[in-house]
């Protein structure tokens, strides 16, 4: 060693030029897809739609599938693919703009009662992992379920996630989760929603969503551009009517037809009331399915004291009477209430449309003594619904988020409404 030499010399520059290279490595922006959720196509067992965000540098997008089997993908070639569409979204909360780029694809004609492999992404920059979904059987006399939310709204991450989880341990084979309204509390707001899809993890990339807005998703009378960014639902509402779209739809499965509407337009707007009814009832005299279930955020009937909603039952419940709607699905009013009534009563029959209200997040309201309507009711408890469909009977089970049974009922398919078998 020569005189006046540091033997640590080449230590300490070896040592800050890895600390280079990793902070160069790491300050670059990620590209791999995020925030991936399966939405059903207007043909429920035939086709999906995807959608995920990827920051705006990403110029392009792909999704590569192919029907599931046990083997690893050692080669592209075995796979289709499909190019990606892109939209960007502007969103303005608090003072703060932010934009927000999302892609979009769907698979149709694909096999029901399939299970299929996808991934999104690109390999110029990151793809997502390999996740399975299932279609339904073909056949209107298989067994079909799915799980039913009122709304998580609220501690997304912290407290709503313990009922999305228990829920698909409750039931893995869903063909779909439905969210009535409010999935987050302040719809311009992107965190929380980042805080639904981790709330949500994997279960959303593997199980559809179908889902109506509340008003939580609403600086009234403009629907947040979160909810298109986020989700890519049936474009067979009224036509031409812009306000409605991603709110107003229906899909099709063998058995059963889903119906969507716009509660908080319902609730608001005399002019969007009167197109979605006569819209409604278009829906409701075309269809052949053996079931129908309408949901929407804003009840029917409400289990909290200080709630009402004559407008709406004045415009559309003489609708769901005429055409036998077997079952209502609805949030808002945090508390679960049940009740099953005709075309004649305020108080609960054994025939008819069933209503139902509940709530799946943490923020409670009381359910009001007088509410006549509810056959059964609870408040302060988060719960989640697993509705399964077999043939002429419609099994309904409510539980609690630890997973236990708080309430069910059995609906039987009659000539012109359905009974209720308790």
């Given amino acids: 060693m020569l005189p006046g030499t540091n033997s640590k010399c080449p230590e300490v520059f070896f040592t800050f030029l890895f600390i280079f290279i990793s902070a160069l490595l790491f300050s670059q ?248 009814a006569k819209w409604l009832e278009k829906v409701l005299s075309v269809t052949d399915k053996k079931w129908i279930i309408l949901t929407l955020h804003q009840p029917f009937y409400s289990t909290k004291a200080s709630r009402d909603n004559p407008q709406i039952r004045k415009a559309l419940k003489p609708l769901l009477d005429k055409y036998g709607v077997d079952l209502v699905l609805q949030g808002h009013d945090h508390a679960y209430g049940r009740g099953m009534l005709d075309e004649n009563s305020k108080h609960p029959v054994k025939a008819g449309t069933m209503y139902v209200v509940s709530v799946s997040g943490p923020k409670m309201y009381e359910v009001g003594d007088q509410k006549e309507w509810m056959t059964k009711s609870t408040e302060n408890t988060q719960l989640y619904q697993v509705i399964k469909i077999n043939g002429n009977k419609l099994f309904f089970e409510c539980y609690t988020t630890t997973g236990d049974l708080f309430d069910s009922f059995v609906l039987q398919k009659g000539t012109n409404a359905s009974i209720l078998i308790e």
């Avoid at 709304?151 to 341990?169: G, N």
């Avoid at 639904?196 to 509340?214: E, K, L, Q």
Wanted: hydrophobic letters at 30%.
């Fill in 29 to 276: 922006t990620p590209t791999e897809p995020s925030r991936i959720i399966l939405n059903p196509l207007e043909s429920g067992h035939t086709g999906v739609s995807i959608t995920w965000r990827c920051p705006r540098e990403v110029k392009e997008n792909y999704i590569q599938w192919k029907i599931a089997d046990p083997h690893p993908i050692h080669s592209e070639t075995i796979l289709d693919q499909q190019n990606a569409s892109f939209q960007l979204d502007t969103v303005t909360y608090e003072g703060k703009t932010g934009i927000f780029k999302s892609f979009r694809a769907q698979l149709t004609n694909l096999a029901p009662g399939t299970k299929y492999i996808y991934r999104v992404g690109s390999n110029s920059n990151q793809w997502s992992e390999w996740i399975q979904f299932h279609l339904p059987e073909a056949s209107p006399d298989s067994i079909f379920s799915f799980i039913y939310f009122g709304d998580p709204q609220s501690d997304l991450h912290s407290q709503w996630s313990r009922t999305i989880r228990q829920a698909y341990s409750t039931a893995p084979e869903s063909a779909f989760l439905l969210y009535a309204g409010d999935l987050v509390n302040r719809g311009y707001n992107d965190r929380e929603w980042g805080d639904f899809y981790r709330a949500g993890d994997f279960i959303h990339r593997m199980i559809p969503s179908v889902m109506t807005p509340g008003n939580h998703e609403y600086e009234y009378p403009i629907l947040s551009p979160l909810w298109k960014t986020h989700f890519t639902l049936p474009q067979n509402g009224p036509e031409e009517i812009k306000e409605l779209y991603g709110a107003c739809y229906y899909i099709d499965y063998p058995a059963v037809r889903i119906i969507s509407l716009d509660g908080t337009r319902l609730e608001n707007d005399r002019k969007l009331r009167k197109i979605q």
